[in-house]
């Protein structure tokens, strides 16, 4: 029996811990990202960005800042323009990889071997949470 009850203990911490509020934007997108990848909702890379976005079936757009390729952020940016699409900018491709999962992480759990990704679209979201609320409030504060 004490097994079973520190197995339900161990479960009640570990989605306390995935419950935890997001107070800046990175953290929120990061939180979205992840729950519309497990449902399906989630196309990276140029050319699916860029049909997403074409197609209007783009919720939200995610471009990283730090991209190599200005072409590929301008056009990014002015194919979501023309779509009313609202474009946020993250700080790093790396940061933005991490966040798709393309790494392989170490026994300490850090990531290492971290593939840049440019550019996300978020065609649904999955799950109503506070994190995506987040995202929504910041996207009408700062009218993207």
């Not at 990848?37 to 890379?45: E, P, R, S, T």
């Not at 919720?59 to 991209?67: E, F, K, Q, R, T």
């Not at 190599?68 to 790093?92: C, Q």
């Amino acid at each position: 029996m004490s097994d079973i009850e520190d197995n339900q203990q161990e479960v009640e911490v570990q989605e306390v811990e995935e419950e935890t509020k997001a107070d800046n934007i990175n953290d929120a997108i990061k939180s979205v990202i992840k729950k519309s990848q497990a449902n399906d909702g989630l196309v990276k890379g140029l050319n699916e960005v860029l049909k997403a976005l074409d197609r209007k079936q783009a919720l939200i757009c995610v471009l990283a800042s730090d991209c190599e390729d200005m072409k590929y952020k301008k056009f990014v940016t002015a194919m979501a323009k023309s779509s009313g699409i609202p474009l946020i900018e993250v700080d790093s491709r790396m940061d933005l990889g991490e966040w798709l999962g393309h790494c392989h992480y170490d026994k300490e759990g850090n990531a290492r071997k971290v593939k840049g990704t440019s550019s996300v679209a978020i065609r649904a979201y999955g799950e109503e949470s506070e994190d995506l609320a987040f995202v929504l409030n910041h996207i009408k504060e700062k009218n993207l």
